[in-house]
């Protein structure tokens, strides 16, 4: 991630959805944070292709804040959880997002 890192959210302009470089003057998410939600990002294979306006942009995969806060869309987990998460996948992961998880029961993650 660089500073001048950015995705643009903006419907009506042509990089809509896709990766920027800040400055930008359409509106926009900006990737570096102080918070550090987006040290590690996935960017998840939402409208990509093809891109449908409205249908949403910038839709990750990032670490959780404390107390788990509501995202705006994203899926957020703690850091320790996302490092499992990658250290399971192959070197092209394909994680599918279930409209309504089942009720599996307690899951206990290693130490």
């Given at each position: 991630?660089?500073?001048d890192d950015g995705w643009c959210d903006d419907v009506e302009h042509g990089r809509y959805n896709c990766p920027v470089r800040l400055p930008f003057s359409a509106s926009h998410e900006t990737m570096w944070r102080?918070?550090?939600l987006y040290d590690v990002v996935g960017v998840l294979d939402w409208n990509?292709?093809?891109r449908i306006r409205r249908r949403g942009s910038a839709i990750f995969l990032h670490l959780a804040g404390p107390g788990f806060p509501?995202?705006?869309?994203?899926?957020a987990v703690t850091r320790r959880g996302l490092s499992l998460l990658l250290a399971?996948?192959?070197?092209?992961?394909?994680?599918?997002v279930a409209a309504k998880p089942r009720r599996l029961g307690k899951v206990q993650l290693p130490n």
């Amino acid at each position: 991630m660089r500073k001048d890192d950015g995705w643009c959210d903006d419907v009506e302009h042509g990089r809509y959805n896709c990766p920027v470089r800040l400055p930008f003057s359409a509106s926009h998410e900006t990737m570096w944070r102080d918070d550090g939600l987006y040290d590690v990002v996935g960017v998840l294979d939402w409208n990509l292709r093809p891109r449908i306006r409205r249908r949403g942009s910038a839709i990750f995969l990032h670490l959780a804040g404390p107390g788990f806060p509501p995202t705006a869309g994203c899926i957020a987990v703690t850091r320790r959880g996302l490092s499992l998460l990658l250290a399971a996948c192959a070197a092209e992961p394909c994680l599918v997002v279930a409209a309504k998880p089942r009720r599996l029961g307690k899951v206990q993650l290693p130490n």
